[in-house]
């Protein structure tokens, strides 16, 4: 059970009423959270962050914009102050570590308007020892439209920073005052050599999508960008802001519990049926192809297998159902027989997965999931979906919910990038939202996705072994690297591979597709975890390289990455004292004749142990150390 302790303390309202400001400080007193609703001459509502006695957001604006309305954020008095303590531990379902720490203090200030119409409003702030956060609580008996939000990030240097434009865009190295119109969120800021910031929303649910435009008045202020209009008919609260704040680019990525921690509690009473795993994307479209994944995952420890679209018919085309195979002629001359697939896979202990586009959902959502649970199908990738708009984000949260009605696991693709709602609502695994291998992104863009976009939650990367692609990417070891590094709960790998028995075809779907060998280094995809019960950040530089420890019951998996030639040191005193372990390498060796140049060896060592790694440009290692049973 969670633990959990609370203290209250409420302030009289009569004593905050000449108030100008509130000051909350983290749990370990390091970060303080300023509210001011006046500052010098000015009369706007703002707010300040310090950590360790150091500016991190200069004095910046809050408040609401609405139509037809004046701005909720001048003439402000703050009418009354309560404050809590929360300290708790709370179990997840599944996740990169078996347990969580969420310990805040939390002040909800009720403010009023001095002049006419005398609205009143709050704001909930949470102060954590990994950063704040803070979000508006509206008190409305009409339909209101927010146009616009007033929140504002400002420096008073002009930081380091890392820019995507998109979900799925390449992150590009510039600053605070380069920063583009509809910059991607987790912002990642470096403000010195030991301390980096993350801008960004968590618990986005039925709001319009937030992300960071520069102010065109000061080239040192970020401000929150909303994707469109936001209309209420009754009370709401938006979504939450936060500011994360730790010493180095690897400690922001180990805390991206954070996110989670400000999203509501698992609302699924029986998760019994939700179950992470592996899986293989079937690229024939064709029963053959189906049995011949289903062996494969079988035979080397996979727990499902993808149909990808194509599957009921040209997924652009309107006319095409989701709730009947038709598979599409120019992927696949088939034939499929999907149900047969299904059942064959329950037969082997593996699962199917199936692909929808968007234009299927949106019109057919109600009677596909119940469908395809009678079918046997065991989750959904949403494809193309629509995103950013309040009207969008809305439909999606509930398809999410929906789907967890049926029992259907869920995979999100294309631009949807998470906000923690996994914690909520986890049948939602895993979500694209990330500039995967699809796209072929090299060692260097890799490590600058694991440091930034990471810190939002789980990122289906579409991991493959066999394709050509690998060797423009990085390295093979690399590509071990990647899936310890990259979380996911379904981790796809072999994305572009197919199995030898799986039919090639001519065109369509399945035809450029690599076959994968039977090559000892598949044991390593074999034996691979996708959920943890801890994981360490433990070196790394954004964009440079990184490495990552992750610990399965009592073995470790660790991952590392390199742009450029490097050689370290790797101490293993993460491991348990007073315990043998058998560490099994996965490194990349030119010297080999095998085709993906992978060598393995295996070694025994302990928490005393020190590795030293050396690493040529764009290459990788992947360490699996298990317990040894005396």
């Not at 692909?355 to 469908?371: C, F, G, H, M």
Request: charged share 25%; proline share 4%.
């Amino acid at each position: 059970m969670n633990k959990m302790l609370i203290v209250l303390c409420f302030l009289s309202s009569t004593l905050m009423i000449q108030a100008k400001d509130i000051k909350i400080l983290s749990p370990d007193k390091k970060t303080e959270l300023t509210i001011t609703t006046g500052l010098k001459n000015e009369k706007a509502l703002s707010y300040a962050v310090s950590y360790q006695g150091s500016l991190i957001i200069a004095n910046s604006p809050l408040g609401l914009e609405f139509d037809n309305e004046k701005s909720l954020s001048e003439d402000l008095t703050m009418v009354s102050v309560k404050e809590k303590v929360v300290k708790e531990n709370w179990k997840p379902v599944y996740g990169e570590k078996d347990n969580y720490l969420n310990h805040y203090k939390e002040v909800t200030i009720q403010f009023k308007e001095d002049k006419a119409p005398h609205r009143q409003f709050s704001m909930s702030l949470r102060v954590y020892n990994e950063g704040v956060a803070f979000k508006y609580n509206v008190l409305t008996n009409k339909q209101v439209m927010i146009t616009r939000e007033l929140t504002g990030f400002r420096f008073t240097k002009d930081h380091p920073s890392w820019i995507a434009g998109n979900a799925q865009s390449k992150y590009k190295k510039g600053s605070i005052s380069k920063t583009g119109n509809g910059t991607e969120r987790p912002y990642v800021i470096e403000m010195n050599d030991n301390r980096f910031i993350a801008l960004g929303e968590a618990a986005l649910v039925d709001h319009a999508r937030m992300k960071f435009n520069r102010s065109p008045k000061d080239s040192l202020l970020l401000v929150a960008a909303l994707d469109g209009k936001a209309i209420y008919n009754t009370n709401f609260s938006t979504p939450w802001r936060y500011v994360m704040i730790a010493e180095s680019a690897g400690k922001l990525l180990e805390n991206n519990h954070f996110i989670l921690n400000l999203n509501e509690a698992n609302a699924i009473k029986d998760v019994s049926w939700i179950k992470p795993g592996k899986v293989i994307r079937e690229v024939t479209l064709t029963t053959t192809g189906g049995k011949a994944c289903i062996d494969f995952a079988a035979r080397h420890n996979l727990q499902y297998v993808e149909f990808d679209a194509g599957w009921y018919g040209h997924e652009y085309d309107n006319a095409s159902s989701a709730l009947a195979v038709n598979v599409d002629p120019s992927r696949s001359t088939g034939p499929l027989d999907l149900q047969g697939v299904i059942d064959y896979g329950k037969s082997k202990g593996v699962g199917v997965l199936l692909y929808v586009n968007q234009r299927a959902l949106s019109k057919e959502l109600d009677a596909i999931l119940p469908l395809f649970k009678s079918w046997g199908v065991k989750g959904l990738k949403y494809g193309f979906v629509d995103v950013g708009s309040q009207k969008s984000t809305s439909w999606l949260h509930e398809a999410i919910r929906k789907a967890a009605d049926h029992q259907m696991m869920l995979d999100i693709h294309d631009e949807y990038r998470p906000t923690g709602y996994s914690r909520t609502y986890p049948n939602l695994l895993t979500q694209e939202g990330i500039r995967g291998e699809e796209e072929s992104p090299d060692n260097h863009q890799v490590l600058t996705t694991m440091f930034t976009r990471m810190i939002a939650g789980a990122g289906d990367f579409t991991n493959c072994y066999f394709a050509p692609r690998v060797n423009e990417m990085g390295s093979h070891a690399s590509q071990m690297a990647k899936a310890i590094c990259i979380y996911s709960p379904w981790q796809f790998v072999y994305w572009y591979d197919r199995p030898a028995d799986s039919p090639r075809q001519k065109g369509g779907a399945g035809s450029t597709a690599s076959v994968i060998t039977e090559i000892p280094e598949l044991s390593f995809y074999d034996a691979l975890p996708t959920v943890w019960n801890d994981t360490k950040v433990l070196a790394g530089k954004i964009g440079e390289h990184g490495t990552i420890a992750r610990r399965s019951g009592e073995d470790w998996y660790v991952g590392t990455l390199t742009d450029k030639p490097i050689s370290f040191s790797l101490p293993l005193n993460f491991l348990a004292k007073n315990k043998q372990y058998q560490a099994t390498v996965y490194a990349d060796d030119a010297s080999l004749s095998t085709s993906t140049k992978v060598a393995i060896k295996q070694m025994s060592v302990a928490a005393s142990t020190v590795l030293n790694i050396q690493l040529l440009e764009k290459q990788g290692q992947a360490i699996i150390i298990r317990s040894v049973k005396k």
